[in-house]
Each structure stands twice: as C-alpha cells, then as structure tokens.
Nanobody, 123 residues
Framework: QVQLVESGGGLVQAGGSLRLSCEAS????????MGWFRQAPGKEREFVAR????????DYAAFVKGRFTISRDDAKNTMYLQMNSLKPEDTAVYYC????????????????WGQGTQVTVSS
C-alpha cells in the first residue's frame, strides 16, 4: 500500500523558517514527479511546488518563488520543502503528492497524496 507521510509542520513567527519532509513508500520513487500543495481554511487546494524525477527540473507557484525550495533524496524516498521568510498567508495544511507525469501541475494529475501537515505562521 502506498503511503506518503508529511512531517515538519508547526507554529512559527513571520519571517521564520520550516522544513517539511515527505517520506513515500513508493516503489520506484525516483520515477515519480513529486509535488507540494496547500489548503488554507475556506480556500481551495493550491499548487506550491513540484520536482521532476531526477531532481533537475522544478516549478514553483509565483507566491513562493525565492522563498521556498523543493528538493528530493531518492536514496531515502523523501522529498523536502524548505520554507524561508514565512508569512501569515502561508498558513495552511501542506500536502505532498506523487505523479507519474510532468505535463501539468494540476492536482488532478497526482496519483497519491499524503494526509497533510499543518503550518501556522503568526504575525
């Protein structure tokens, strides 16, 4: 059974940093594109960042460019999201997801999802 488990969320002050991890029990993890999405209360889930198999290609939502960095360690079946300069509007549940395709960042092209980890940024 495929499992994606996020960790690293928590409460941080504005301007602070957090590092999220997503450990996946995926066979052939290295062949999947991985992504981070988030959902704030009362809002739809939105794309944050993604990283292609091989780790050389990445893609970010405009609102996190320059602040967040996505990476992966295929030897550990783990993906990361380093979040710096956090803002109160970054408060959300953050989800990791795995996709067999790279063609789009749309959530409906992701095959597996984690349960999410809460990130709260206080002002």
């Amino acid at each position: 059974q495929v499992q994606l488990v996020e960790s690293g969320g928590g409460l941080v002050q504005a301007g602070g940093s957090l590092r999220l991890s997503c450990e996946a029990s995926l066979r052939a993890f290295s062949t999947y594109a991985m992504g981070w999405f988030r959902q704030a209360p009362g809002k739809e889930r939105e794309f944050v960042a993604r990283i292609k198999w091989g780790g050389r290609d990445t893609d970010y939502a405009a609102f996190v460019k320059g602040r967040f960095t996505i990476s992966r360690d295929d030897a550990k079946n783990t993906m990361y999201l380093q979040m710096n300069s956090l803002k109160p509007e970054d408060t959300a549940v953050y989800y990791c997801a795995a996709s067999r395709v790279w063609v789009t960042a749309s959530a409906n092209r992701y095959d597996y999802w984690g349960q999410g980890t809460q990130v709260t940024v206080s002002s």
